[in-house]
């Protein structure tokens, strides 16, 4: 009985010494490592890059090489000067060009009339180019100095009984030649004779009213 109670004693005493030392001096237990998966090797897809870009080659470039580039020179004037241009050079063929032609009195024929007076309507029909007329009644200056605009103007000629020779005299030719001007004779409110004119300068159309 003595032995079992010293064989117990010496247990304890051994488990107490050895709880001590366990916690005196701990030891670290390594971790276990995870397992790893079997999974299977994926490979990164490449995207393309700017700098994969290759420059094509054996392209022409059409702004170096002049002989490619098809441009017209008015393509860079201004508009209104190619409009100008244009215009201008149909207005010097007024008459196609031969100042033969205008060099003649015009003659529009006579018309009778039991009015006071008649009206009669000008204008310039061509370019407004500074055409200026002079307008006689049986050669009597009935008016010095008209110039031709391009909306019409109204000339309000009084009649003597008989005949009344009206003429539209050419002070010059404008900018481009002839002169030119379109007229309307209004008898009452009707319209008896339109027509128009081209003559050089001192050359005159001419009409006949005759006062019954």
């Known amino acids: 009985m003595r032995y079992l109670i010293l064989l117990v004693f010496?247990?304890?005493?051994?488990?107490?010494?050895?709880a001590q030392d366990i916690i005196s001096n701990p030891?670290?237990?390594?971790?276990?490592?995870?397992?790893?998966?079997?999974?299977?090797?994926?490979?990164?897809?490449?995207?393309?890059?700017i700098f994969d870009v290759k420059p094509k080659m054996n392209v022409p470039d059409e702004w170096?090489?002049?002989s490619n580039v098809n441009m017209k020179k008015e393509e860079f004037l201004n508009p209104a000067d190619r409009y100008t241009k244009k215009m201008n050079d149909g207005l010097k063929?007024?008459?196609?060009?031969?100042?033969k032609v205008f060099r003649r009195d015009q003659?529009?024929?006579?018309?009778?009339?039991?009015?006071?007076t008649i009206k009669v309507?000008?204008?310039?029909?061509?370019?407004?180019?500074?055409?200026?007329?002079?307008?006689?009644?049986?050669?009597?200056?009935v008016m010095d100095n008209i110039f031709l605009e391009g909306n019409f103007k109204t000339l309000v000629i009084k009649l003597v009984p008989g005949f009344n020779k009206i003429?539209?005299?050419?002070l010059n030719e404008g900018q481009y030649f002839p002169n030119t001007g379109a007229f309307i004779i209004m008898d009452k409110g009707n319209q008896l004779y339109s027509s128009e004119w081209n003559m050089s300068t001192g050359f005159k159309a001419s009409f006949i009213i005759v006062k019954e």
């Open 93 to 99: 063929t007024e008459g196609n060009g031969d100042a």
């Open 107 to 116: 003659y529009f024929g006579d018309f009778k009339t039991k009015s006071e």
């Open 64 to 66: 170096t090489n002049k």
């Open 27 to 49: 030891r670290v237990i390594p971790a276990m490592p995870a397992p790893t998966p079997n999974l299977p090797t994926i490979t990164p897809e490449k995207k393309p890059s």
């Open 167 to 170: 003429d539209f005299i050419a």
């Open 10 to 18: 010496t247990f304890f005493l051994f488990s107490e010494t050895h």
């Open 121 to 141: 309507l000008y204008r310039d029909p061509q370019a407004v180019d500074g055409d200026l007329l002079k307008v006689t009644q049986n050669d009597k200056v």
